[in-house]
């Protein structure tokens, strides 16, 4: 574990991950709902045009943050095989 010059409270970083992970799963299977009832083109011809933009700025947001975590997990791994 790398320090970070800070204390954290590992039981509150685990509930804070598994709770985020309940939101994501939500999240996720609603998108599902939306993916497999509507085409995109009929998704981007009636959505809210705002409420869009929100949403792929969100998932981009996660995409990014989730990233740097698989990062680091690989450079973890790499260094203790």
């Known amino acids: 574990m790398q320090d970070t010059g800070k204390q954290i409270d590992i039981a509150r970083l ?19 709902r939306i993916r497999l009832k509507y085409s995109p083109q009929d998704i981007v011809a009636f959505g ?16 990014n943050f989730f990233s740097q975590i698989e990062a680091q997990i690989s450079r973890q791994e790499d260094t203790n095989p």
């Open 14 to 32: 685990q509930a804070d991950l598994t709770a985020a992970g309940v939101e994501l799963l939500s999240a996720h299977c609603a998108a599902d």
């Open 48 to 63: 809210e045009r705002r409420a869009l933009q929100r949403a792929i700025a969100s998932a981009e947001a996660l995409h």
